[in-house]
Structures are given as structure tokens and as C-alpha cells.
Nanobody
Framework: QVQLVESGGGLVQAGGSLRLSCAAS????????MGWFRQAPGKEREFVAL????????YYADSVRGRFTISRDNAKNTVYLQINSLKPEDTAVYYC?????????????????WGQGTQVTVSS
């Protein structure tokens, strides 16, 4: 079992930045690839970014590439999402998720554990 707790969301003006954190507890954090997803009102949960177990590789949705950066600190059992140049369309609840399997996926159905989410609201 892995427990995930997100933090760092809030209300920010367009063009601003936020740093989301996801703290993990339970089984060894370094055994999991980690992903960030988001869900806007009335929309399906969508992939944002993922990072491999070691942190050596990262992948991004086209809509966020160049503005978002995912990173992890395995010593602190934490994964981060740095969000820059925020746009109103980035408004959503952001979730972190953990995947135990080695093969990576951007599908939300491929993740084993989820946090409760943190709200990001971007005003224009």
C-alpha cells in the first residue's frame, strides 16, 4: 500500500507559477513510477506528466510541455510538479498517482494508487 497526499494548489493569476508536492508513505517510494493527472469540471481525468522510478526520464502531455516540470526526491518520498506560465485552462484538480509496473503508461487506468487531489485555479 502507498498513501499519497498532494499539496501546493491554490488560486493564481494567469502567467503565475505554482509548485505542487505529493508526499508518499508506505512501501518504498522508489519502486513506483509517479504521474500527475488533472481533472477539470465536466471533463475526464487527463494525463499531465510522469517520471520514472529513478527520476531519469520524464514525459509530458503536449498541452503542458515546456511549462510544467515533474521531479522527484526519493530520499524525501516526494514528487513535485512545477507549473509555470499558468493559463485559465490549467484550472483543475491535480492528482498524483503511483504505478508499480515497470512498463510506463499515460493512461489513468494504469495507476495503482491515487492521492485526494489539490485544486489549482487560474484567474484571467
Amino acid at each position: 500500500q502507498v498513501q499519497l497526499v498532494e499539496s501546493g494548489g491554490g488560486l493564481v493569476q494567469a502567467g503565475g507559477s505554482l509548485r505542487l508536492s505529493c508526499a508518499a508513505s508506505g512501501r518504498r517510494f522508489s519502486e513506483y513510477a509517479m504521474g500527475w493527472f488533472r481533472q477539470a469540471p465536466g471533463k475526464e481525468r487527463e494525463f499531465v506528466a510522469l517520471i520514472t522510478r529513478s527520476g531519469g526520464s520524464t514525459y509530458y502531455a503536449d498541452s503542458v510541455r515546456g511549462r510544467f516540470t515533474i521531479s522527484r526526491d526519493n530520499a524525501k518520498n516526494t514528487v513535485y510538479l512545477q507549473i509555470n506560465s499558468l493559463k485559465p485552462e490549467d484550472t483543475a484538480v491535480y492528482y498524483c498517482a503511483a504505478r508499480a509496473q515497470v512498463v510506463l503508461t499515460t493512461s489513468r487506468f494504469g495507476y495503482d494508487y491515487w492521492g485526494q487531489g489539490t485544486q489549482v485555479t487560474v484567474s484571467s
